[in-house]
């Protein structure tokens, strides 16, 4: 199933995607924003990744099958691991979690790394005894705890760690 792993916000009304398959780029939602039901939205910023890896403005959704029609962009060859980057991202979503009081955005970032790994492995690597806790702290709908979302982002960080370690000569990631 396609999902969006990442999404950024770029200008106006114009997000910048990568998706489960690899591909990434730009999709310009001009056009659904000028109609209903996403017209009568104020913020176009305010918008978040569902649990199916789709985006939801207030409930009103776009699949990510939809977005991925609508991007422009190209497939990744692989996708690296880059640690560095990976703790910018999530410096940068809990940054803008405290200053939009949104934890949410946090969440997402953390969500789209355990997913790269694979939950069990992340789970485990962080020491969460309660899964159930931990699956229920990614998902969108969710108020997550904020000690376990700081035990998920430390777990994806050591993992990455341990896999740039293992494959200098080779920095793609492998899912679980």
């Known amino acids: 199933m396609l999902k969006i792993?990442?999404?950024?916000?770029?200008?106006?009304?114009?997000?910048?995607?990568?998706f489960s398959d690899g591909f990434e780029g730009e999709a310009d939602l001009s056009d659904y924003f000028s109609k209903p039901p996403f017209a009568n939205l104020k913020d176009f910023k305010r918008f978040a990744l569902t649990s199916d890896g789709d985006l939801s403005w207030n409930g009103n959704e776009l699949t990510a099958t939809t977005l991925r029609g609508i991007t422009k962009g190209a497939y990744q060859v692989a996708m690296r691991l880059d640690v560095e980057q990976m703790e910018e991202v999530i410096k940068q979503a809990s940054w803008d979690s405290m200053k939009e009081g949104r934890p949410d955005i946090l969440q997402a970032a953390i969500r789209s790394y355990v997913e790269l790994f694979g939950h069990r492995a992340v789970i485990a690597r962080a020491g969460i005894k309660s899964r159930t806790s931990a699956y229920r702290s990614l998902k969108p709908e969710t108020k997550p705890n904020f000690a376990t979302l700081v035990q998920l982002a430390h777990a994806v960080i050591e993992i990455a760690k341990e896999r740039v370690g293992e494959s200098l000569s080779n920095s793609?990631?492998?899912?679980?």
């Open 172 to 176: 793609t990631i492998v899912s679980d």
């Open 5 to 18: 792993v990442d999404v950024d916000w770029a200008k106006d009304h114009i997000l910048v995607l990568t």
